[in-house]
């Protein structure tokens, strides 16, 4: 594989008592498990009301935005997501520790429209943008039904339209970009996304609805983000675990103002347009308190991100007990990367070493009062 690799940290930063949009790590005790954060909207304004869960515990937002999620029992990993109805879903895979709490901020993508249809009649509906890249979704004759599948008089469709370009694209976007992709027999990839629709159901009284039928999704490019090619992969949210499931392919039509692709979907998540690269890197991160100490004293729970300076692909993830994470990235470069915790000054990585197919790198996060600056 030629690839082109250039590690370039972003600028030092202390990270006190607010945390970064795309979460952080943190420290202390308490029984069972602790998942503590902030919740906030895409121009960093703090959401209250918002519910968030996993393994069966919720939690509430307060007026700051803040929750403190506590689990019982989890493995090793927990899938928590974040919602409420004004705002789309949101799903993050979070490391916990019995004896140290994993502190993990998201953000919410408001709902772009919502409207009440009549669910027997056919019916199309388009987001409201003002900047003309709506999505849109065509609803079959009865094809909204109740969650138990019975017949329904009244029905409302909300739908959300989220292109590269954005405001928080990468910070805000409903998962991480990791698919699982059936063509290559389940193999985890990532994805380099160009735009994303949301469309969730419910009757006429508020409550969940599902798809009866076939629908059919149309995902808006612009010149600037046009993929340019005839069929596009289609992936959608398996918010069970977090990762993106490779479905069928979209299908351009350049008949339409702004271009689309084109998917028939027989059930509602998040749905997105990507493509995954033929070869990847395995980038191998540790964060540690200190590289000159002996043995190195492991950062559990930090915050980690790597961007890619061309296409819209992020990796994150959030260091395990022994201050790892592993992101698979498509070559080339550059990338950036950054760690972060809250209480810890960002040094910044201090050894990057390349081999065929993987860059090991440590990374220094000081925790703040010790050493200089």
């Given at each position: 594989?030629?690839?082109?690799?250039?590690?370039?940290a972003?600028?030092?930063?202390a990270?006190a008592?607010?945390?970064?949009?795309?979460g952080?790590?943190?420290?202390?005790?308490?029984?069972?498990?602790?998942?503590l954060?902030?919740?906030?909207d895409p121009?960093?304004?703090?959401?209250?009301?918002?519910?968030?869960?996993?393994?069966?515990?919720?939690?509430?937002?307060?007026?700051?935005?803040?929750?403190?999620?506590?689990?019982?029992?989890?493995?090793?990993?927990?899938?928590?997501?974040?919602?409420?109805a004004?705002y789309?879903?949101?799903?993050?895979?979070?490391?916990?520790?019995?004896?140290?709490n994993?502190?993990?901020?998201?953000?919410?993508?408001p709902v772009?429209?919502?409207?009440s249809i009549?669910?027997?009649?056919?019916?199309?509906?388009?987001d409201?943008r003002?900047?003309?890249?709506?999505?849109?979704?065509?609803?079959?004759?009865?094809?909204?039904v109740?969650?138990a599948?019975g017949?329904?008089?009244?029905?409302?469709?909300?739908?959300?339209?989220?292109?590269?370009?954005?405001?928080?694209?990468?910070?805000?976007?409903p998962?991480?970009?990791?698919?699982?992709?059936?063509?290559?027999?389940?193999?985890?990839?990532?994805?380099?996304?160009?735009?994303?629709v949301?469309?969730?159901?419910e009757?006429g009284?508020?409550?969940?609805?599902?798809l009866?039928?076939?629908?059919?999704?149309?995902?808006?490019?612009?010149a600037?983000?046009?993929?340019a090619?005839?069929?596009?992969?289609?992936?959608?949210?398996?918010?069970?675990?977090?990762?993106w499931?490779?479905?069928?392919?979209?299908v351009?039509?350049?008949?339409?103002?702004?271009?689309?692709?084109?998917?028939?979907?027989?059930?509602?998540?998040?749905?997105v347009?990507?493509?995954?690269?033929?070869?990847?890197?395995?980038?191998?991160?540790q964060v540690?308190?200190?590289?000159?100490?002996?043995?190195?004293?492991p950062v559990?729970?930090?915050?980690v991100?790597?961007?890619?300076?061309?296409?819209?692909?992020?990796?994150?993830?959030?260091?395990?007990?022994d201050?790892?994470?592993?992101?698979?990235?498509?070559?080339?470069?550059?990338?950036?990367?950054?760690?972060?915790k809250?209480?810890y000054?960002?040094?910044?990585?201090?050894?990057?070493?390349?081999?065929?197919?993987?860059?090991?790198?440590?990374?220094?996060l000081?925790?703040l009062?010790?050493g200089?600056?």
């Amino acid at each position: 594989m030629n690839m082109r690799f250039s590690l370039r940290a972003l600028a030092p930063l202390a990270v006190a008592a607010v945390l970064s949009s795309f979460g952080c790590g943190g420290g202390g005790t308490s029984p069972g498990y602790r998942v503590l954060g902030k919740v906030s909207d895409p121009a960093g304004a703090p959401l209250k009301g918002v519910t968030v869960s996993a393994a069966g515990a919720t939690a509430i937002t307060d007026a700051s935005g803040a929750y403190d999620l506590r689990v019982t029992s989890a493995t090793s990993e927990l899938v928590v997501t974040y919602g409420s109805a004004q705002y789309n879903q949101c799903v993050s895979v979070v490391p916990v520790s019995e004896t140290s709490n994993t502190e993990q901020n998201v953000m919410l993508l408001p709902v772009g429209r919502k409207t009440s249809i009549d669910p027997v009649a056919a019916t199309t509906v388009k987001d409201a943008r003002t900047d003309g890249k709506n999505g849109q979704v065509a609803l079959p004759a009865g094809g909204v039904v109740s969650a138990a599948g019975g017949a329904l008089t009244s029905a409302n469709v909300k739908i959300t339209t989220w292109v590269p370009g954005d405001t928080g694209y990468l910070d805000s976007f409903p998962a991480q970009y990791v698919g699982v992709n059936s063509r290559a027999a389940g193999e985890k990839v990532p994805l380099i996304t160009y735009g994303a629709v949301n469309v969730t159901l419910e009757d006429g009284a508020g409550q969940p609805a599902r798809l009866s039928g076939t629908a059919t999704l149309r995902f808006p490019v612009t010149a600037e983000n046009d993929p340019a090619v005839p069929t596009i992969p289609l992936w959608y949210l398996d918010t069970n675990t977090g990762i993106w499931v490779s479905d069928s392919d979209a299908v351009r039509d350049e008949t339409t103002t702004p271009v689309t692709y084109r998917a028939d979907v027989n059930h509602f998540s998040w749905w997105v347009i990507a493509v995954y690269p033929s070869s990847t890197v395995k980038l191998r991160i540790q964060v540690v308190r200190d590289p000159a100490s002996d043995p190195l004293v492991p950062v559990f729970g930090a915050q980690v991100m790597v961007r890619r300076e061309r296409g819209a692909w992020q990796g994150r993830a959030v260091t395990n007990v022994d201050g790892r994470v592993s992101i698979v990235a498509p070559p080339p470069g550059p990338f950036d990367v950054r760690a972060m915790k809250i209480e810890y000054f960002d040094e910044g990585p201090t050894s990057v070493v390349t081999s065929p197919g993987f860059v090991d790198i440590q990374y220094w996060l000081r925790p703040l009062g010790t050493g200089a600056s």
